[in-house]
């Protein structure tokens, strides 16, 4: 853990026992950027035991994704829903948790600080994308970066700031699994929580660094049996989209009053 001024967020980075690679240079960029850091420890597939590997729901996860698991895909599931212990017995407001291949822009702090101010205006904050989610930006954050509520699909999970009321409730509802982790946590008309999108995020991916989760060459099923996947994710759209309208008028409403 770094030594530096207590603040109300604390930092958790997700990292395997067998990658210490990845925590050198994460462990790098949080050292430059002056964020007090700790170390969760990556549940790893390889060493699952029988308790955890009953906590995936395999058939909603065909059903819901049309493909087969993999079993990192659970054991990043788990991980995440570990920080979010270790963070509500901490005395922390806020949780910075972050996947130990993310890359820290030098935005990321001020971001933070005011993310931190405007406390009352989000449970969960996206610092990452993969995709763009549509942003609507309703609030200035830092002269560059905005608030923004998402229409569409933005997956990845490295790096996002919680509060103890999106921990809690993600800790009564994610489980079992029937998604990968990226997929489900951002449904803030399930959890009923207010899910945001730092924009343009301060965090991104480096693409040169692969993955830890195996995915083997072939996983999806034929379409013919994708079908239930394909209805689930027409319906989960569109709840995001009229989620994101209501929250959208609902925070500009705030913002004109």
């Known amino acids: 853990m770094s030594e530096h ?13 067998r990658s210490p690679d990845r925590l050198a240079s994460i462990s790098a960029q949080l050292g430059a950027l002056g964020l007090a850091w700790t170390r969760q420890r990556a549940v790893d597939a390889r060493a699952f035991t029988p308790e955890q590997q009953a906590l995936l729901d395999v058939p909603a996860y065909h059903r819901k994704h049309g493909k087969q698991p993999v079993p990192g895909e659970l054991g990043c599931y788990l991980s995440h829903i570990e920080v979010m212990r270790a963070f ?6 806020f949780a910075l948790i972050l996947e130990d291949d993310v890359q820290l822009g030098a935005e990321l702090p001020a971001v933070i600080e005011a993310l931190e101010q405007h406390s009352k205006r989000w449970d969960l904050v996206k610092l990452s994308a993969v995709h763009s989610g549509t942003p609507q930006c309703y609030l200035q954050l830092t002269p560059k970066t905005q608030l923004a509520v998402m229409l569409s699909r933005c997956t990845g999970s490295s790096a996002y700031l919680l509060n103890r009321r999106g921990a809690e409730r993600f800790l009564a ?18 959890f009923d929580l207010k899910v945001r999108l730092a924009v343009p995020p301060p965090c ?3 693409q040169e660094v692969a993955t830890t989760i195996a995915m083997p060459a072939k996983r999806k099923f034929h379409w013919t049996r994708r079908l239930p996947a394909f209805a689930y994710r027409a319906g989960n759209e569109l709840r995001r989209f009229f989620y994101g309208l209501r929250e959208t008028a609902r925070e500009r409403r705030r913002g004109a009053a």
Not at 88 to 93: G, I, M, P, T
Not at 173 to 190: A, E
Request: proline letters at 5%; zero cysteines; hydrophobic letters at 35%.
């Open 5 to 17: 001024t207590k603040t109300r967020t604390h930092t958790w980075v997700i990292n395997l026992d």
């Open 88 to 93: 509500l017995v901490s005395d922390k407001d």
């Open 173 to 190: 509802g994610l489980l079992p699994m029937q998604l990968p982790y990226d997929h489900v946590f951002d449904q803030g008309w399930v």
């Open 204 to 206: 991104g991916h480096d």
